[in-house]
């Protein structure tokens, strides 16, 4: 096994580290797309509901907040929200009386026409004058990048807390 690369010197500047470039990368991506959303009048947390849905109508609200990585509480409050707007609905579990599956409602899918737009409009301006060589590189290292964390073999914590 390879030994992992040594950390840049502390004199070396954190805006040219890597996880310091990625993390403020993303935060100006969501940044820039928020402002466009608000146009809309959808919040962060409701487009990402949105955008998560599409990929997966008919999920659990549980499930959900998993993959949003947020409290079902907190999911709950935006579904309610939503549902008001006629963009999601909750239908009852065939065979669970307990449990809500969420799907887009009619009203929906104009947003996220809207929001899909938005979308390749901040990664245009992000991207700027990147030739498509450079953006598909770029994309090949992320995903190289996001496979290496997936599969790292992380101890799960519940492991940690019990040894």
């Known amino acids: 096994m390879e030994k992992p690369p040594s950390p840049p010197p502390p004199s070396a500047a954190p805006e040219q580290s890597f996880g310091f470039l990625v993390s403020d990368v993303a935060r ?11 146009k809309i009048g959808l919040s962060r947390a409701q487009w990402q509901v949105l955008a998560w849905l599409k990929r997966n109508e008919g999920i659990s609200q549980t499930k959900l907040a998993d993959l949003l ?6 999911l709950v409050r935006l579904i309610d929200r939503l549902e008001m707007r006629g963009l999601v609905e909750r239908r009852a579990h065939p065979s ?8 887009l409602a009619g009203n929906a899918q104009p947003s996220l026409d809207r ?6 409009e901040t990664r245009a301006e992000a991207l700027g004058d990147l030739s498509r060589e450079a953006e598909r590189a770029l994309v ?15 101890p799960d914590e519940a492991a940690e807390k019990s040894a």
Do not use: C, H
């Open 28 to 38: 100006l991506l969501r940044r820039n797309f928020d402002k466009r959303a608000q």
């Open 69 to 74: 990585e947020m409290s079902p509480m907190t």
């Open 96 to 103: 669970d009386r307990r449990v809500y599956r969420l799907y």
């Open 115 to 120: 929001l899909w737009a938005m979308g390749a």
């Open 140 to 154: 090949e290292v992320l995903i190289k990048i996001r496979e290496n964390l997936i599969t790292a073999d992380l």
